[in-house]
Structure formats: structure tokens, C-alpha cells
């Protein structure tokens, strides 16, 4: 008996797994130079260039997050914002070990490599400055 776990599956373990790190986000996919990039590239122009004349993709933009199966194993190459003031070398490590464990966990898979790269980082936004009692 053979099972298979589609890319979707894996996919969503892994976005599912990332949204739960406090102070990390998924970065957007934008296609940049180096091995990323190229990477992102590749994968957005198959996504994307399977939908028909007049047709957009979901509302869910795509995101910074390749996945290579070979056979039984699987390789991740995520991109990553990081909120300012965090430690970036702790929340990268956080997210590797996570999702290492969560997709062999889950699946059975072995996980070869999974490499994390800091994309942006979040700036706090400025809250708006409350009222004062005297401009009521």
C-alpha cells in the first residue's frame, strides 16, 4: 500500500507552522536575485500560469516558501520578516526546528534541509496618539 502526500499538504503544515512563531511572518514572494529568488520564480510562473484568460489567483497572495520532494524526503527553502527587535538567529532557528519536526511528525518524511532566509524586517507601527481630555 502506497500513500501520497500531496504539495498542498505540505505547503500548508508548513505556512500553518510559521503563522505560530510570534515575532515571524511568511514573507511575500518577489522574485529577487540569488538562489531564493530564482527559486520563487520558478514556482510563481507554474502557479500562476495555469489559470485561464481573465481569471486571478486566490486571494491569498503567494508566498515566500519552496518546497523539493525527492521520493521519501523533502527540502524547504523559506523566506522570512522578522518583527524589529527580535532576535533574527533565534526566530530562523525556531522556524527550522519546527518545521523539521512538524513535517516528520506529521507525515513520515525525512526532512534533508530546510534554509531560512531573513527577507525583511517588520517596523512597529507608530499607534496613533490617544485623545486628550482637553480636545474633547
Same mark, same amino acid.
Given at each position: 500500500m502506497e500513500l501520497e502526500i500531496s504539495k498542498n499538504v505540505l505547503t500548508d503544515i508548513a505556512t500553518s507552522t510559521l503563522e505560530r512563531i510570534e515575532g515571524l511572518s511568511i514573507a511575500v514572494a518577489t522574485p529577487r536575485p540569488g538562489k531564493l529568488g530564482e527559486a520563487l520564480s520558478e514556482s510563481l510562473s507554474g502557479s500562476l500560469g495555469s489559470l485561464g484568460a481573465g481569471e486571478m489567483p486566490s486571494s491569498r497572495r503567494p508566498r515566500a516558501l519552496k518546497i523539493t520532494r525527492d521520493g521519501q524526503s523533502v527540502s524547504l527553502e523559506v523566506?522570512?520578516?522578522? =518583527?524589529?527587535?527580535?532576535?533574527?538567529?533565534?526566530?530562523?532557528?525556531?522556524?527550522?526546528?519546527?518545521?523539521? =519536526?512538524?513535517?516528520?511528525?506529521?507525515?513520515?518524511?525525512?526532512?534533508?534541509?530546510?534554509?531560512?532566509?531573513?527577507?525583511?524586517?517588520?517596523?512597529?507601527?507608530?499607534?496613533?496618539?490617544?485623545?486628550?481630555?482637553?480636545?474633547?
Open positions: 523566506g522570512v520578516n522578522i =518583527e524589529y527587535g527580535k532576535n533574527l538567529h533565534k526566530l530562523a532557528q525556531q522556524a527550522q526546528n519546527a518545521l523539521q =519536526e512538524n513535517i516528520e511528525l506529521m507525515t513520515g518524511l525525512k526532512v534533508k534541509a530546510v534554509n531560512v532566509t531573513v527577507q525583511n524586517l517588520s517596523l512597529p507601527v507608530p499607534s496613533a496618539a490617544a485623545p486628550s481630555a482637553g480636545n474633547a
